[in-house]
């Protein structure tokens, strides 16, 4: 069962080039599960060549601790998307960065197969924040974004992110520090079935877990504040369909919040937004490309 984020994530808006490159990429897998040879030079070597991370790759991949699938293409273009073997996962359990976090390790091409799609779409939004971040002189780096992150709402039920992201906001001599958990939609799944886990967003915001074995004396506070200081926001990143899905199933969202009164009281508390993916990597996050759940117009997502 997968765990709750460490609570102190590390800021650094990237890896530092005086550590090992093939010490990073093992990191990095072991962070986000699967990535292709280009997402990994952007998020560990922007200012690199592809040919310097594609000798790091295959020179694990000949000490066995990496492996690749080929992602179709119907360029017929040859891309290779990563992935730790068994020894590679068993080697980063105890690499510094990753201190807290279980492995995720996906152990064969057939698991990779199946996984690539949507792991890969959330990496791509994870990229156009970091990208951003270092456009900006903000914080945010690989080590700051935790993929499939699971929180307990009550009733034996569990809700997971697709990922929880960390980012500092630095201007002048302020710095804000913001969470947001992310939901990455490539519209395989029904729009009612995306706008419900709003529902379980709700459900985690009011969840208060109950003390074992005694009577419970005084409210303990919601349990989400065991992780975080005050509650994330809640972004959407949609995908995989034409504008005109795409924007109906943003409807969807609102009318969900405007509709469930859980969902509601959420919306009077947290900030909610959803956006497309091409337009964060076309124009980057920080621009007025997010829709406002609760209503309003287009804005920066930290100005939701």
């Known amino acids: 069962m997968r765990s709750a984020p460490r609570s102190t994530p590390a800021t650094s ?5 005086a550590e090992p490159l093939a010490h990073q990429v093992l ?21 690199g060549t592809r040919q310097l991370m594609s000798r790091v790759l ?17 360029n017929r273009t040859r891309t290779n998307a990563w992935y730790l073997t068994p020894d590679g996962a068993r080697l980063t359990r105890d690499l510094p960065v990753l201190r807290g976090r279980p492995p995720y390790p996906i152990t064969s091409t057939t698991a990779a197969s199946l996984k690539t799609p949507h792991t890969l779409a959330v ?39 697709d990922a929880v992201m960390y980012y500092t906001v630095a201007e002048s001599e302020h710095r804000r520090k913001l969470r947001a958990f992310v939901e990455v939609d490539r519209s395989t799944m029904s729009s009612e079935r995306l706008a419900v886990k709003l529902i379980e967003y709700a459900r985690l915001f009011q969840y208060e877990a109950q003390p074992v074995g005694r009577r419970r004396q005084a409210a303990a506070g919601p349990a989400w504040l065991r992780w975080y200081p005050v509650f994330p926001r809640v972004l959407f990143v949609l995908t995989g369909a034409s504008r005109a899905r795409l924007e109906n199933r943003m409807s969807d969202l609102q009318a969900m919040v405007a509709q469930h009164p859980l969902v509601s009281a959420l919306a009077r508390e947290v900030r ?18 997010w829709q406002p759940l609760a209503g309003g117009k287009p804005r920066a997502w930290t100005d939701l």
């Open 13 to 17: 808006s990237a890896p530092t080039p």
């Open 123 to 161: 990496l791509r939004a994870h990229l156009a924040f970091a990208e951003d971040a270092r456009r900006l002189g903000h914080e945010h780096g690989p080590w700051d974004w935790t993929p499939e992150v699971s929180h307990s709402i009550g009733e034996g039920e569990r809700i997971v992110a």
């Open 27 to 47: 990191a990095g897998l072991a962070q986000h599960r699967i990535a292709t040879t280009s997402q990994l030079r952007r998020m560990l070597r922007p200012d």
């Open 272 to 289: 909610l937004g959803a956006a497309v993916l091409e337009d964060l990597e076309q124009h980057g996050p920080a621009r007025d490309v």
């Open 58 to 74: 295959n020179r694990l991949r000949t000490e066995g601790f990496v492996d690749c699938t080929v992602l179709p293409d119907a």
